[in-house]
């Protein structure tokens, strides 16, 4: 790796933005850590009403768009599965990240993560234990909680599932679910018979999963429960290709391996269309899918100027991806992972199909039948029973398996065969084998598997932060979130201007038939109308309603709307009001057209 693959500044130099969104968030309510009244255990973030509501809406746009505008399935799998699922899956051998623990103070930590936080080193996750050692030891990393050096120190890795028990007493081990994929997977038989085996469709989930990570940080970024938002979508590798034409003209930021690994290299400004054609994305599938993300990202609040698709490099690839595209945000002058589009073949279901015993394929159709020649075989029982007894089964699925992926086994007069690490002979006679010709309609595949995988948590906190602003207003400083109207976790605050019956009357009818309306209304009457004004800025409400003397006592009801970015004001009817809004929030008006 090249040394201009570096962090532009440290991660553990938190900027005053992300130290002010932090207490701003636990302030109004956005997310804190859990459990405080027991002390609290690190990666574990509770999100208060206004951030339960703000990754509620945040879900509701991400169904829309790749649920429900795809044509594709929504599930809700369990979050614990057993221990054979994850066998299958590879993340008992395969999910490890990078441990070294400090002789002195036995504080365990991330050992790519020191060397990303103190060295130029910015991707050290995709370097091999050995080459991390090495760094440690040239750079003279010490422990970050006591100091004590780590030079010499071994780095070993640290399985990330999270163990339970399933049932009482001769339990059943099992674990919590490290992404919301395998429930998906493992559940394909029967979700192939609802797309009526018919390729390709999608499957979405979006819920909890869980990551035993050594050491949690930055607030909701890197976490020990979060939630994700997952599309396994299957195709038929051979026929199936996306209608690119719906994004090809997408302008996107890239970040290649090719460009990481050179000294000179840089992100590339391009098209969906041309990156394609000029092989910087190797798979369409995955280009369409960035190029269906890039524009719902900007829907939500992400900042376009601190955004961009970095290609993962090969050492930090998932062992089930061929190739994968991570989106990024920028926070803090570092690029942090909000999703990751990944090509993952057929590895998933041959994986389950080999383990479980059951059919992960969907049967193709030919379009006019074939005929086709077939090794069989149909031993001779009378004399595999004595031979091998209660191993005889076991010899028939044997000889089958042979005869179908190296038919010249059976030329000669016997055919030698492996059972349970020891090699047996039989006549060919006694196998039945033969080569045989059929007709067939159609042949059982193994689709292969596109992933785009939304991390909700990190999604969060980029919109916040992307979203902080502070300004003056009327000589006063204010602190606000320019939050997009369709995230907002409130869209109106309803205010009546002093505590006065009548005025309060009114705006508790005002408050009912925005609600009625649908839209989320909070009605604050505590303190000056200023100070309510700068409570509802600091939450990214985008509206606020006062209700005043005028009010009730002009002829026409009207109230005032002020607008949260600009601070304007308008005067509008009371019985459009719900239409207005709505419209607004739809984003057929706009309120400088009003």
């Known amino acids: 790796m090249s040394e201009n693959q570096q962090a532009e500044t440290s991660e553990s130099a938190t900027d005053q933005t992300s130290e002010k969104l932090v207490e701003l968030a636990k302030r109004r309510g956005y997310f804190f850590q859990s459990s405080g009244s027991y002390g609290s255990v690190g990666g574990f973030?509770?999100?208060?009403?206004?951030?339960?509501?703000?990754?509620?809406?945040?879900?509701?746009?991400?169904r829309d768009r790749f649920a429900l505008a795809e044509g594709n399935m929504e599930i809700d799998a369990p979050t614990i599965m057993p221990e054979p699922v994850f066998e299958a899956s590879g993340h008992l051998e395969g999910f490890d990240d990078m441990l070294i623990e400090c002789p002195d103070c036995g504080t365990s930590s991330r050992a790519d993560h020191l060397?990303?936080?103190?060295?130029?080193?910015?991707?050290a996750e995709s370097l091999e234990i050995p080459e991390v050692e090495e760094i440690i030891a040239e750079y003279e990393l010490v422990c970050p909680d006591c100091g004590a050096g780590l030079a010499g120190v071994a780095v070993e890795d640290f399985n990330l599932m999270f163990a339970t028990n399933i049932g009482p007493g001769d339990s059943q081990p099992g674990y919590l679910r490290p992404e919301t994929a395998q429930g998906i997977f493992v559940e394909f038989p029967r979700l192939k018979e609802y797309a009526r085996n018919q390729l390709p469709f999608g499957v979405t989930q979006i819920g909890r999963a869980y990551r035993n990570e050594i050491s949690p940080r930055r607030s909701i970024i890197r976490t020990r429960?979060?939630?994700?938002?997952?599309?396994?979508?299957f195709i038929d590798p051979e026929e199936d290709e996306p209608d690119l034409s719906a994004v090809e003209d997408v302008e996107v930021t890239l970040y290649p391996a090719t460009e990481q690994n050179d000294e000179d290299g840089d992100e590339i400004q391009t098209t969906i269309g041309d990156a394609v054609a000029d092989d910087v994305i190797a798979s369409p599938w995955v280009a369409y899918f960035l190029g269906v993300a890039k524009p719902w990202y900007e829907a939500v609040g992400v900042d376009m100027d601190r955004f961009r698709f970095r290609q993962h490099l090969s050492g930090e690839r998932a062992h089930y991806a061929s190739d994968c595209w991570d989106a990024e945000s920028e926070i803090d002058g570092n690029w942090i992972e909000m999703a990751g589009f990944a090509y993952r073949g057929d590895y998933d279901l041959s994986k389950h199909s080999e383990h479980s015993g059951d059919r992960f394929t969907v049967f193709k159709q030919y379009d006019e039948p074939k005929t086709v020649e077939r090794a069989t075989v149909d031993p001779n029982m009378s004399y595999l029973g004595p031979e091998f007894g209660g191993d005889a089964g076991a010899v028939v699925e044997e000889l089958e398996a042979l005869a179908a992926r190296d038919r010249t086994a059976f030329e000669g007069d016997t055919v030698e065969f492996e059972l349970e690490g020891e090699t047996y002979e039989i006549p060919v006679e006694k196998t039945g084998f033969a080569v045989e010709e059929q007709t067939e309609s159609g042949e059982h595949i193994i689709p292969h598997v596109v992933e785009p995988s939304f991390g909700v948590d990190r999604l969060v906190y980029t919109v916040l932060h992307h979203a902080y602003r502070e300004d003056e207003v009327d000589d006063e400083e204010r602190t606000y979130l320019e939050l997009e109207p369709e995230v907002a976790p409130t869209f109106v605050g309803v205010f009546p201007l002093?505590?006065?019956?009548?005025?309060?009357?009114?705006?508790?009818?005002?408050?009912?038939d925005l609600r009625e309306a649908g839209l989320s209304i909070t009605y604050d009457d505590s303190g000056n109308i200023g100070r309510r004004?700068?409570?509802?800025?600091?939450?990214?409400t985008p509206f606020c309603v006062t209700v005043d003397y005028e009010t009730v006592e002009a002829d026409e009801t009207t109230v005032t709307v002020r607008e949260r970015d600009t601070t304007d004001q308008k005067r509008l009817p009371v019985d459009d009001l719900a239409e207005t809004l709505s419209a607004i929030r739809e984003g057929d008006l706009e309120f400088e057209d009003l």
């Open 533 to 540: 004004y700068r409570r509802q800025d600091e939450v990214g």
């Open 45 to 62: 973030y509770t999100f208060g009403p206004q951030g339960a509501a703000l990754k509620g809406n945040i879900e509701d746009a991400w």
């Open 498 to 512: 002093q505590s006065d019956a009548e005025l309060e009357a009114q705006a508790d009818e005002i408050v009912d």
């Open 115 to 123: 060397v990303e936080d103190n060295t130029m080193y910015e991707d």
């Open 225 to 233: 429960e979060f939630t994700q938002a997952e599309l396994e979508y």
